[in-house]
């Protein structure tokens, strides 16, 4: 299998991996992400593989931590074949409000984040509305962020990409959105008013023509005021 380092990772040391002629097979590695605390890598491929064997494999690494996946990649085939290696790379621990947040406003040093967007992909299991490990770290470091301010109003907007029905696409992203809210109701953010809004494929963020424009579009975002 041939290894890639993405642009901003430095490969550094094999975790292992294994392989089988009609089994699952993975690669493991530890990279370097400068800025950034320890982060894996595991390259998923074989008959069977599929996003669940890179998250078996990034929970034995993890051990009792939680798994935080920072980047997935589903590579497609062009030429029919049905199975597709697949990359996740993550770290260990619950996130702290910075690394989950991202960038925030730099209106002030303590400013309380206005806003939060989410890839679909790796933060919901997949075409469900199932909070993934990685979404529920996400939220919870939003509400500790933000543990002690009363919002004006707490707005949840769901996208998805083009494929599919509308009617599946509005449903889809609809129950995420609702999801999300609840999440941050139930965990105690405090806010006036609650809206969740389902917008389905409508304001894509990018191309539905190319696999990296339909992962920046499945997404729901969070606005805070």
């Known amino acids: ?42 390259d ?11 998250m078996k494999v990034a929970q034995r690494i993890c051990g009792d931590q939680p798994v935080r996946v920072v ?12 199975s597709d290696p697949r990359t996740i790379t993550f770290q260990c621990g ?15 040093a303590n400013a309380v984040p206005s ?11 997949t075409d469900r509305a199932n909070l993934a490990p990685a979404g529920i770290a996400k939220l919870s470091a939003l509400l500790a962020a933000t543990k002690d301010t009363t919002f004006a109003n707490v707005t949840v907007n769901g996208y998805t990409d083009s494929r ?3 009617a599946h696409n509005m449903d889809l992203s609809q129950r995420r959105a609702d999801t999300v809210l ?16 389902g917008f389905g494929t409508d304001n894509p963020a990018a191309s539905n023509a190319t ?5 920046k579009n499945r997404r729901v975002t969070i606005v805070l005021r």
């Open 164 to 166: 599919g029905t509308r």
């Open 115 to 125: 806003s939060l967007e989410f890839n679909g992909e790796a933060n919901f299991m």
């Open 71 to 82: 980047e997935s990649v589903d590579k497609i085939h062009t030429d029919g074949a049905d």
């Open 1 to 42: 299998m041939k290894k890639i380092a993405l642009c901003w990772l430095t490969l550094t040391t094999a975790l292992g991996g294994c392989s089988a002629t009609s089994g699952p097979t993975f690669s493991a590695y530890s990279v370097n992400v400068p800025g950034q605390e320890k982060t894996y890598r595991v």
């Open 182 to 197: 609840n999440y941050l109701k139930d965990h105690g953010m405090k806010s006036a008013t609650y809206t969740a809004h």
């Open 94 to 108: 619950a996130a702290t409000a910075t690394a989950a947040l991202g960038a925030v406003s730099e209106s002030a």
């Open 211 to 215: 696999p990296e424009g339909r992962a």
């Open 44 to 54: 998923c491929g074989g008959i069977f593989e599929s996003s669940k064997t890179c």
